[in-house]
C-alpha cells in the first residue's frame, strides 16, 4: 500500500496481469484475440502504464504475442508447439527423479496440502469442470514444485503448464470430459511422492506425458479430418454453383 492507503502501481500492474491471465486460462480471451494496450486500460479503468507493463509481463510468460503495430494478441500455441511442451516436461521431470536424491527434498509434512489439492483437480476433473481444474491443477504442480530445490527449473516447468493449459482449454471446451482427455492421476502422483519411490513416481509421470501425446493425436486426426471434410464440401459447392455448359 502506499501512503493514502491506495493499490501501489506495482501491485496494479499484477493485479491486472492476473486478471488477464485467469481470462485467457478460462477460454474466455481466445487464441488470436487481438486488443490494445488503450482497450484494456478502459476496460479495467486504470491508466495505461501499468497496462503496458502487465501485457508485456504475460509476453514475456508466452501467453501473449505483440506487435508495434497492432498490439497484442492471445498466442496461438498449435498441437506441435503443446508436443513440445509435454516432451520438454518429461525430459526435465525424468532428469530431476534419475539425478540423485539431494536434487528432489521430499518433505512428508508438505504433502497433506497438496493431497487435497489433487483430491480436488481429480474431482473438478471427473466432473468436466474445467475453470476448478485449471486453477487446482496449477496448485497442485506449483506445490509439486517446490520439492525440486533448483528454481530456474521449478520455474520453466509452471510456465510449461499455464501454456499448456492455454493450448488446451479452449479445445477441451469443445470435447466430452473424461479420462479420455483429461488426467486423473493427481492423487497416484502423490502416493508415490510419499512412498519413496522414485521408480514409481517416473513410472506415473511417464504415463502422464503418454496421455497427454495421445490426446495431441487425438487432435491432430480430429483437425485433419475437418480440414478434408472442409475442403469436400467446398468442392461440392462449387461443383454445383459452376455453370452448365
Aim: overall charge negative; glycine content about 8%.
Amino acid at each position: 500500500m502506499g501512503p493514502s492507503g491506495g493499490v501501489t502501481r506495482s501491485t496494479l500492474r499484477q493485479q491486472i496481469a492476473d486478471a488477464l491471465r485467469d481470462e485467457v486460462l478460462a477460454g474466455r480471451l481466445r487464441p488470436g484475440r487481438e486488443f490494445t494496450v488503450k482497450q484494456i486500460a478502459e476496460q479495467y479503468g486504470v491508466s495505461a502504464t501499468p497496462v503496458r507493463e502487465a501485457l508485456f509481463d504475460l509476453s514475456a510468460q508466452g501467453l501473449l504475442a505483440s506487435d508495434q503495430h497492432r498490439g497484442f494478441q492471445v498466442h496461438e500455441f498449435t498441437i506441435a508447439d503443446y508436443r513440445a511442451m509435454v516432451e520438454a516436461r518429461s525430459l526435465v521431470v525424468e532428469g530431476i527423479f534419475r539425478s540423485p536424491a539431494d536434487q528432489v527434498a521430499v518433505r512428508p509434512e508438505a504433502l497433506a496440502p497438496i493431497r487435497r489439492r489433487a483430491a480436488e483437480a481429480v474431482r473438478a476433473a471427473k466432473g468436466g469442470d474445467l475453470d476448478v481444474l485449471i486453477g487446482y491443477d496449477l496448485r497442485f504442480w506449483r506445490e509439486l514444485g517446490a520439492f525440486v530445490l533448483n528454481p530456474y527449473i521449478t520455474a520453466f516447468l509452471a510456465k510449461l503448464r499455464v501454456q499448456a493449459w492455454v493450448f488446451a482449454v479452449h479445445r477441451l471446451r469443445g470435447e466430452h470430459a473424461d479420462e479420455r482427455v483429461l488426467w486423473f492421476g493427481h492423487e497416484e502422483l502423490v502416493e508415490a511422492i510419499a512412498g519413496g519411490d522414485r521408480g514409481e513416481v517416473l513410472a506415473v509421470m511417464q504415463a502422464y506425458y503418454a496421455h497427454a501425446l495421445a490426446w495431441a493425436d487425438h487432435l491432430e486426426a480430429r483437425e485433419t479430418r475437418e480440414a478434408r471434410e472442409a475442403q469436400e464440401t467446398r468442392e461440392a459447392r462449387e461443383t454445383r454453383e459452376r455453370p452448365q455448359e
